[in-house]
């Protein structure tokens, strides 16, 4: 797959161009390039590959920030020694991943830009995500370099953890990104400026030319790329041609795809426009508002430029004798430059937007994701109508995922036969949540043909994800026989989690020579918590060879725990060295905890010094949180003196643990001051609870210029900025608390909005109420999938939503029938 590095141009691969120049892609030239503390990372990742073991590494960071750039200078090494690059592209990034994943061979790069187009696509992001790891875990297809760069945004919607009673929809792509990003930083810090200022006055002009206005702020990549000058555009576009880009920019961060028609944007944008603005438009000026936005940055970027997807292209069937159908002209389509998206998922956070938008989402978007993602960023901004018109159109045109959003409004007014027909509908379109959920209220009702159908149809389609959920839940019902049955058949289509599982069935039913045989396959495939726990287990029944035996197993296949664990045996053995070599193990493959428990266990058997050196080790590297458990240890038996010179010497290493427990210590001797400090530095190191605790003292004893510093060290942590309004508001800083609450919001976390609106309302204070309530609703809730979000002050003050200009909505009745579309066999 691919081709060889060398054959490659960069901004083929979507490296941002720098610099005037619209001609071949091959004779533009790239500034040089200035490396910073992420490249050390790509670097090892590119030697640990060269050496011959697979890799992932993906950069996160804002756009333009040079990620795309790092990881093609980072791949450079590998070029020399006949390494290939595979870039899935057409016909979507997507489908181009999950068809043909499985052909990638040893020594090819995986580039995987902007991989939020493959592991956040709704339908195939999972498996693409599953199709990675096993590429990364199968020897035989190794060594491999996945490379990959990702919005931070993107990033935190990933690996945030479900609600209870929710569908996990990304625990596949939280599992493979677990432990690879890095983060790439915004500015040049002081060393990178000085590079590129070397390499300007070795006659870099690009970097010479950037440095000229960028030397301040250190936003040097974004500058190559035309960032300032894209911003400028935008900020002094006319009223239609910035219309347009608002429009662009709120479809892009509400979740429309990449693609934007063009009938979309020119319909959704005269709502932007104030009246005298609108007054003005000519018949024309959409015309001469699109090619304004069509002039380029440098020759390189134009804020909205038109784009052609590229169409599906299948190799034709062995069976087939017809001519391939004749696609379609495409429609005009347009994108948003990625510094403008960006920007305004920053900028217009705050905004609902006005209904000319909706209603050209509900008329011209025909894509099942975009009108579905847009129906759940109505309902999360309590425009509850406009959420469910945008539904039903997201049915008529195949989203399962609103089918079974409607189905679960049907279960919520009793219907529980018609939430089980959408589920149906959804479950034989492919749709994983609407299977699992069907099931269960098959479950539920008894109805256990129905749940052995539903299993056959989730296993003809090699659906392991279902087959997991299906067997789980047999499981926790009792029902062992089928549920491991189930496991079977997602093993047999490479669920290593049904390899786990089965494993410990198998233990649990006292089949050890079956267990450990899956045990041993699941850790051939990266996995080695079933032999972990089995070797735990054999432990706690005093079967210590037995143990050890398979906690070697899982050493061999690098298990930190499994070091760790051996080590603590071999301690309580008496064999020092092989513990204390197990941890030098552990160590290098990233954890201390050997070393921790070691230091404990020597404590324990009163060989203080050796307890305090191996503490001190962990704490070198990265685990002072060692001097803490001694401390605690030495408090325990009541030697505070010797459990203070502890935590003074984990405080010293940043631990925020420590920091706070001597805070405690001097809070307990009536010393203030100390405490103050204590909890400072502990704030200092990004202790979040150290920060709001001190918060509170300093608002207590009336301190506020003291309080006002912590929520200035705050900003830029939402969670932090809502607790610290929700102080302000206790101590009766009502316009205080407000504006922390604001600035929360504006980070993403709206909680403390709606806390306040909630106290408002609750005291009688209604305008106040419904002023904070609106900020917290144009914000969006926050809502999860399936979640409600009609409840609590959002409830009581607008029972049936609000209009998309934020005035309450009329009473309106749920419509409970489907599209037609929606509900036709596939």
Partial sequence: MGRPIGDWEPHALEVHPAGPGSGPLGRRVLPGYVPRPHDEVLADAVRVAAGGFSRIVVLVGTSSTGKTRACWEAVQPLAAEGWRLWHPFAPTRAEAALETLHRVGPRTVVWLNEAQHYLGDRTVGERIAADVHDLLVSPERGPVLVLGTLWSDYLKQYTALPRPGEVDRHSRVRELLSGCTVKVPDEFDAEALAGAAARASGGDALLGDALTRTRADGRVTQDLAGAPELLRRYENASPAARALLQAAMDARRLGVGLHLPQAFLTSAAPDYLSQADYDDLTDDWAQRAYAELAEQVHGKQAPLRCTIPRPPRRPPTLSSTMPAPVQPPAATVFRLADYLE?????????????????????????????????????????????????????????STAALVRLALLRK?????????????????????????????????????????????????????????HLAGMLDEAGDRERAEALYQRAAQHGSITALRRLAMMREAAGD???????????????????????????????????????????VKHGSAMAMTRLAMMREAAGDRKAAEALAGQAVDQGSAMALIKLAMMREAAGDRKAAEALAGQAAEHGAAVALVSLARMRERVGEPESAEALLQRAARYGNTMALTRLADLREAAGDAKGTDDLLQRAADHGDSDALVRLAGMRERIGNRAGADALARQAAGNAHDLARLAMIRAAAGHRKAAEELAWQAAQLGNIQALIDLAEKRDASGDHQAAVALAQKAADHGTGTQHHLPVHRGVFSRLWPYGLDPDGTPTPAWQRSMCCGQEGLRPS
């Avoid at 920007?343 to 975009?370: E, I, M, V, Y």
């Avoid at 008894?446 to 994800?465: F, H, K, N």
Wanted: aromatic share 2%; hydrophobic share 40%.
């Fill in 342 to 398: 960006q920007h305004g998922r920053t900028t217009r956070n705050h905004c609902c937007p006005p209904a000319s938008f909706w209603h050209a989402a509900q008329s011209f978007l025909t894509h099942p994701d975009d009108l579905y993602n847009l129906a759940t960023a109505a309902e999360a901004r309590i425009r509850l109508q406009v959420a469910h018109h945008l539904d039903h159109r997201a049915v008529d045109h195949g």
């Fill in 412 to 468: 919520r007014t009793g219907d529980r036969e018609g939430a089980a027909a959408l589920l149906q509908h959804a479950a034989d379109r492919g749709s994983t949540d609407a299977l699992v959920r069907l099931a269960g209220m098959r479950q539920e009702a008894g109805d256990r043909e129905a749940v052995d159908t539903l299993s056959e149809q989730a296993a003809d389609r090699r659906d392991t994800d279902a087959l997991e």
């Fill in 512 to 554: 050890r020579k079956a267990s450990e045989a899956l045990a041993r396959q699941a850790a051939e495939h990266g996995s080695t918590d079933a032999l972990v726990s089995m070797a735990v287990e054999r432990e706690k029944a005093g079967e210590r060879e037995a143990a050890e035996a398979l906690h070697r197993q899982a």
